[in-house]
Each structure stands twice: as structure tokens, then as C-alpha cells.
């Protein structure tokens, strides 16, 4: 399914979808960035009391739905902020599970509010197309620095005109394993006694505050693997398929695909023994 030209509708280009979220993405990374030099403003809690929003994560979001719906009437918008829309205070409400286009698209405003708060140049905006529930194309911007990862599904993942490859490693006592950690404190315990577990066996864990950018540095070689449990799928849609491409295996454990439980992203050397290790560490388990 796709755009509507006349009575037809022709298959949405992922292409065509990959330029929309860039140019949507940018002007909502400017946003972003001018809301954190005029100082950070409405902030307040969500799922628990260290799981910030602010108002610029509203902004930005409803300037994201805004374009969107400018440029891709009909299609559907889930953003963490606003869910499906309901919220976004549009007169137009979704026409079905992936809207009357089949396009959806899968939104994070501010990925690394924590970062944005603390005035850390490490937040980004996150825009995955998905057609009849496939990614296949995705835009994640580090709206602090102006780095930009891009891909569209079958077509390599890219930072500027760099396709990316991943990680060379091939041992995980030589990898550098970023993660992150959720909001709720025995869902922490539970992700802090796997930490314990597996940073005696990896050269050593990064924690950066953005799991959209985890993966794309992932997807660079900036780091050699990611995993995290807990992630929404604002999260990982772009920055899942950005590794992908890069030509990683993006995953969940035990032949379950990425998702809230578990998404494991790592090079094909890397991922079996990765993903062997957190199996025994039940890292998808617990809270
Ligand atoms: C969070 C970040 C963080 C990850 C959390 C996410 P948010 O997103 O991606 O790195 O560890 O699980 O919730 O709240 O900043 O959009």
C-alpha cells in the first residue's frame, strides 16, 4: 500500500519515505536544539520519578506529526508522547493499524531526555517509515551535534556519504558492549545484576543515554554491540533497521525478534556468543 494518486494506490517508495523523515527530522532536531539554548522548560515525570518529559519532547513530537501529516496525509504517526495521535490534538484519527496508506510512522522525539536535561550533547530524534509493518526506512539525528544516520532496507546504512559496516571483533572479551538501563528500580536491579555478570567478560560497557544512538554507533563501530531490554519501539524502529543495514543482526534471545524484552544488535562474529552469554544471564528476564 501507499500513496493515493487518483483512484490507485501505488507502493510507497522507501526512498521517497527515507527524504520525508530527513527533512522532517532536521527541522525537528533545529527545534530541539533552539528549545535547549532558550533553557529547558515543563519538566515533569512519566512511568516513574527518574523517567523525565519535558516540553520541548512535546513540541518537538507534535512538529514531527504536524509535517508528517502535511506530507503523508493518511498515514499513521505512533510517537512515544503522544501514542497513536490521540493526544496530538489532530481533528484526523487513525484509519487502521497502519493508517489508510499503510504507512506508519514510528516517532522519538527526544531520545535521551535525561541527556537533554543535563545539557549532555547526546539526544536525538528518531523517525522510522514501516510499511505493512516492515521498517524500511529510518533517520536518526543527534540533534545536539548535527550527525545523521540514515538507511532504507536494502540499501546499506549510512552516516553522510560513509556506508557504515559495523565492528570488525570478532572476540567478545575484546568488545565494547553498550547498554542502558529502564526507569523502574527492580527492573534496574534486575539489568544491574547481569552488568555484574557480564562486564568481567568484555572489554567494557558504555552507557551514552540514547538507545537510538547506541544503535547507530553500534551500526558505525563506535561500539562493537548493544543490547537493552525494556526499549519502546520508538526506540530501536530507525536505529534497529540503521544496524541492520550496516549489515549487524538485530535481535531478541532464543529466536525471538528484537522487541520490549530483549534487543541485541551486534555483528554476525559477535552475536552468537553475545547472545549465548546473555541467555545464561536471563538478561530478558525479571521485571
Ligand atoms: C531512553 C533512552 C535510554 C534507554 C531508555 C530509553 P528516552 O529513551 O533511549 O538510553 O536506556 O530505556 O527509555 O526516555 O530518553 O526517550
Given at each position: 500500500m501507499g500513496e493515493t494518486i487518483g483512484d490507485s494506490v501505488v507502493a510507497a517508495d522507501p526512498r521517497k519515505l527515507l527524504n520525508v523523515a530527513v527533512a522532517v527530522a532536521r527541522r525537528a532536531a533545529d527545534l530541539a536544539r533552539t528549545e535547549r539554548t532558550a533553557g529547558v522548560a515543563g519538566v515533569s515525570t512519566k512511568s516513574?520519578?527518574?523517567?523525565l518529559v519535558t516540553a520541548a519532547d512535546r513540541a518537538v513530537e507534535q512538529l514531527i506529526v504536524d509535517l508528517l501529516r502535511a506530507r503523508r496525509p493518511g498515514d499513521q504517526v505512533l510517537g512515544e508522547e503522544f501514542g497513536l495521535g490521540e493526544?496530538?490534538?489532530?481533528a484526523e484519527k487513525p484509519a487502521g493499524p497502519t493508517g489508510a496508506t499503510g504507512v506508519r510512522w514510528v516517532v522519538d522525539p527526544i531520545d535521551g531526555t535525561v541527556n537533554y536535561v543535563y545539557g549532555l550533547p547526546h539526544y536525538a530524534v528518531s523517525i522510522a517509515a514501516e510499511v505493512a509493518g516492515v521498517t524500511v526506512a529510518g533517520v536518526v539525528r543527534n540533534a545536539a551535534t548535527g550527525e545523521e544516520w540514515t538507511a532504507v532496507r536494502g540499501g546499506g546504512a549510512w552516516r553522510d556519504a560513509q556506508r557504515l559496516a559495523g565492528s570488525a571483533v570478532t572476540d567478545l572479551g575484546q568488545a565494547l558492549v553498550a547498554t542502558g538501563f529502564g526507569y523502574d528500580s527492580a527492573r534496574r536491579t534486575h539489568q544491574a545484576a547481569v552488568l555484574a555478570q557480564l562486564l568481567p567478560r568484555v572489554r567494557d560497557i558504555r552507557r551514552f543515554g540514547a538507545a537510538s544512538l547506541d544503535l547507530c554507533f553500534a551500526a558505525e563501530g563506535r561500539v562493537d554491540a548493544f543490547f537493552e531490554k525494556g526499549l519502546g519501539a520508538w526506540d530501536n524502529a530507525a536505529g534497529g533497521l540503521i544496524a541492520e543495514e550496516a549489515g549487524l543482526r538485530v535481535s531478541g534471545l532464543r529466536g525471538a525478534p528484537a522487541g520490549p524484552d530483549l534487543v541485541l544488535a551486534a555483528p554476525p562474529a559477535l552475536h552468537g556468543q553475545l547472545h549465548d552469554l546473555l541467555v545464561a544471564l536471563d538478561a530478558d528476564g525479571g521485571p
Open positions: 516513574t520519578s527518574t523517567d493526544e496530538s490534538g489532530s
